[in-house]
T-cell receptor, first 114, second 114 residues
């Protein structure tokens, strides 16, 4: 069965610094991978998704993620953090073996310091 | 409708009572998920409806939990004989087709079991 591991339940960066949120997945077949974001007191929304096209995926708000099959990773990055990026970020995986059921990671809360 | 709606937004109940949570998906979306979000626990998959197929109930934590989707649209999650550990935010998401599509989340129902 597919699974997702997000390293670090909390990440803190300074404003303007690089954001790196780690996600590793387990899947025996080509996966579909997603990053969702939950801003304070708001619902979850899609940041970006990988569906077997380009391995570098660009999303909203300057975020991007790179699918690395050899490392089974799909880390989320942003070159320069903004205060408004403070939120909880969830990595998710879906594949055919799970009937395309989507499984979410435990989430990483990003704090941005002024 | 503009998006996924859930009702009630908040529900406080006494231990042992039954509760029903409602999800109205985006019109035309064939797939629907229920998740549970507990503090620090990420999103826990509960159940997945896809069109007319039998739902994937593999995430339901006990037989006290059940869900149905009437007419391929509105879904109801029922929790019987609620326990304090059922306290969480219950999220519903709908999507146009398969799980490779973007999920559109509702605002959630916060359930508190006293």
């Amino acid at each position: 069965a597919q699974s997702v591991t997000q390293l670090g339940s909390h990440v803190s960066v300074s404003e303007g610094a690089l954001v790196l949120l780690r996600c590793n997945y387990s899947s025996s077949v080509p996966p579909y991978l997603f990053w969702y974001v939950q801003y304070p007191n708001q619902g979850l929304q899609l940041l970006l998704k990988y569906t077997s096209a380009a391995t570098l995926v660009k999303g909203i708000n300057g975020f991007e993620a790179e699918f690395k099959k050899s490392e089974t990773s799909f880390h989320l990055t942003k070159p320069s953090a903004h205060m408004s990026d403070a939120a909880e970020y969830f990595c998710a995986v879906s594949d055919q073996t799970g009937g395309f059921k989507t499984i979410f990671g435990a989430g990483t809360r990003l704090f941005v310091k002024a | 409708g503009a998006g996924v709606s859930q009702s009630p937004s908040n529900k406080v109940t006494e231990k042992g009572k039954d509760v029903e949570l409602r999800c109205d998906p985006i019109s035309g979306h064939t797939a629907l998920y229920w998740y549970r979000q507990s503090l620090g626990q990420g999103l826990e998959f509960l159940i997945y409806f896809q069109g007319n197929s039998a739902p994937d109930k593999s995430g339901l934590p006990s037989d006290r939990f059940s869900a149905e989707r009437t007419g391929g649209s509105v879904s109801t999650l029922t929790i019987q004989r609620t326990q304090q550990e059922d306290s969480a935010v219950y999220l519903c998401a709908s999507l146009p087709g398969t799980s490779t599509d973007t999920q559109y989340f509702g605002p959630g129902t916060r359930l508190t079991v006293l």
